[in-house]
């Protein structure tokens, strides 16, 4: 059972930026894919940004040039960097991680959540 551990949420005006640490407890097939959903009030989560250990990575069309993922493999541990972030960004954002990763997935299909962590965005 992997355990994925977040950190770096907070609050932060329109325009600045954040950025968020997700540790897992292991490595192997349970983190080849790696990623971060969202969950806004009122919405359904979202898949924003995935990243395999072979160094693919997708984003959803809202956060491309804004949000970059990476991972450091050697430390089990992927990152969030959240640049000119909106009001349209808060929400609770959580790390995930299984086998594959895909847009639209949903997301009782995702293997390993984290806790979550709240990003709250001010206008």
């Known amino acids: 059972q992997v355990q994925l551990v977040e950190s770096g949420g907070g609050l932060v005006q329109a325009g600045g930026s954040l950025k968020l640490s997700c540790a897992a407890s292991e490595s192997g097939s349970s983190t080849t894919a790696m990623g971060w959903y969202r969950q806004a009030p009122g919405k359904q989560r979202e898949l924003v940004a995935t990243a395999t250990t072979a160094g693919n990575r997708n984003y959803i069309d809202s956060v491309k040039g804004r949000f970059t993922i990476s991972r450091d493999n050697d430390k089990n541990t992927v990152y969030l960097q959240m640049n000119s972030l909106k009001p349209e960004d808060t929400g609770v954002y959580y790390c995930?991680?299984?086998?594959?990763?895909?847009?639209?997935?949903?997301?009782?299909?995702?293997?390993?959540w984290g806790q979550g962590t709240q990003v709250t965005v001010s206008s």
């Open positions: 995930v991680s299984g086998r594959v990763l895909f847009p639209n997935m949903p997301s009782s299909a995702v293997a390993y």
